[in-house]
């Protein structure tokens, strides 16, 4: 399918690299595609950034009928571009898209139509240390409708935000919740799925850790609230002694690409590095044996973010003396490396688009 492309007129200032935050700016350009039962996917388009009409009737609004992606697009020292897995991001898209009932895209063309799209707008990535230019692939239900079934009609959209950290102190330690009222997902639900309802679940205990001064919470399962499954935006990992481990996927965790890559490199270098279950009782007994040595999330948005401090019952267990640890620091260096291109990538996780 063709791209046709109409570029605008009345280009955006760009904002101070310094003080970009997440998902707060948006550059000139969007990718839109349109899909019906008759023609499929079709009027691929690159056009300039802007606002969509929207009945009251529109499915998504009342059924959550939507699913979104993560990714970022990276400059290297010698003005390459480099976009990091893009392909795993395409096929989670089609997990997603399976299990809310929306159709399938063509995912090598979803990677060509994202790589058009921030060539045009390549301006906008930032290059300062912790900066890239954050990718948003997102589907939703386009038909008007109060019936609930699928929609017959979508719209796959990209936009591209200039971001910098993800929590406002950097690679500082985050203070996390353990939470074991609200539970974001259960097995058969939609958790693995990169779908809106799974966030909009996931606020209001957001929001009461907020309060108490924690930046995320750390969700356990939905059944026996004792397994731990995954913070709210990022994949979990806790070294304990010589073992690094996150907990296997479950169908109600996201499989992390940003996790993925964690273990591939840890394994690479000699780290034993586990995927299998893990109970907050592990954790709370590891802390007090003192061989909880580091704990840190992975994500997209988050890259390596070490935690300095989980809060469970009213206890508080401090990491690591509320420092990065080393080997926290070391897949931080060695992931932005790989991503920005200053490190060898021995794993074909770099997209290189220019
Ligand atoms: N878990 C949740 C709930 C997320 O939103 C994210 C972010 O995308 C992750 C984990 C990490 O996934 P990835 O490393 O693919 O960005
Ligand atoms: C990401 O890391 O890409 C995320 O989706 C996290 C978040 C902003 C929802």
């Known amino acids: 399918m063709e791209i046709k492309v109409t570029k605008t007129t009345t280009p955006k200032t760009k904002p101070d ?88 895209i063509d995912e090598a063309f979803a990677v060509e139509a994202i790589k058009q799209l921030v060539l045009l707008d390549q301006d906008w990535i930032p290059e300062g240390e912790g900066t890239s230019l954050y990718i948003r692939p997102f589907i939703f239900g386009t038909d008007n409708m109060l019936g609930v079934h699928p929609s017959h009609t979508y719209k796959f959209v990209v936009i591209l935000s200039p971001v910098g950290s993800y929590y406002k102190d950097g690679l500082a330690p985050v203070k996390i919740w353990v939470e074991d009222d609200y539970v974001r997902a259960v097995r058969g639900g939609m958790g693995f799925a990169k779908t809106a309802g799974n966030y909009a679940a996931s606020l209001k ?32 990992f806790f070294k304990i002694g010589d ?90 260096d060695t992931i932005t490396g790989i991503q920005k291109g200053t490190v060898e990538d021995k794993f074909g996780f770099t997209y290189r688009i220019k």
């Not at 595609?33 to 950034?49: F, H, L, Q, T």
């Not at 392909?87 to 997990?95: D, F, K, P, S, V």
């Open 243 to 332: 073992e690094v481990v996150t907990p296997e996927l479950n169908g109600s965790i996201l499989a992390g690409i940003t996790r993925d890559s964690v273990l591939k490199v840890l394994t690479a270098y000699g780290y034993n590095a586990s995927e299998r279950k893990v109970s907050i009782d592990e954790i709370v007994e590891a802390y007090k044996e003192g061989k909880l040595e580091e704990v840190f999330g992975t994500g997209t948005a988050a890259v390596i973010s070490p935690v300095g401090e989980l809060c469970f019952r009213g206890e508080k267990m401090i990491i690591n003396n509320n420092e990065i640890g080393k080997v926290s620091q070391f897949l931080y």
């Open 205 to 236: 205990a957001q929001a009461v850790s907020s309060e108490k001064g924690y930046s995320q919470v750390l969700w356990l399962d939905g059944v026996e609230r004792k397994y731990i499954e995954e913070v709210g935006a990022m994949n979990i």
């Open 17 to 104: 690299a310094s003080a970009l935050g997440f998902g707060k700016y948006f550059t000139d350009h969007m990718f839109v595609m349109d899909y019906s039962d008759e023609k499929g996917w079709y009027d691929a388009r690159i056009v300039p950034y802007g606002p969509f009409e929207i009945e009251p009737a529109c499915t998504t609004l009342h059924y959550g009928q939507a699913i979104f992606e993560g990714l970022k697009a990276y400059k290297g020292a010698n003005g390459e571009i480099f976009l990091y897995r893009p392909e795993r991001n395409m096929a989670r898209i089609n997990q997603s898209n399976d299990r809310l009932c929306i159709p399938q």
